[in-house]
């Protein structure tokens, strides 16, 4: 797989976000959150700063998910990384 241009795919980490008083979000909250955290699996051909298995932070209002294989995978453009670990 070999995304094109700005794009680039990543598969979402499942992480457990505790408040600052040490309460466990449920998954309802977490999805309430603007941002998810995700590796990448393969930048575009034009993705200057990101590179493949980089963890990255994403807004997931601009992401969409298909399926290849049997796996879902999440594709975003590079303009809506907010932070690369």
Do not use: C, H
Not at 7 to 21: A, F, G, L, Q
Not at 51 to 69: N, P
């Amino acid at each position: 797989m070999k995304p094109i241009s700005k794009y680039i795919v990543v598969r979402d980490i499942e992480e457990e976000i505790k408040t600052e008083s040490g309460l466990i979000l449920s998954g309802k909250d977490r999805e309430s959150m603007r941002y998810a955290k995700a590796k990448v699996v393969a930048p575009g051909t034009e993705v200057k700063n990101i590179a493949k298995g980089d963890v990255v932070y994403y807004d997931k209002r601009q992401a969409f998910t298909m399926i290849v294989g049997e796996d879902p995978v999440t594709i975003i453009q590079e303009r809506d990384v907010v932070v690369v670990e």
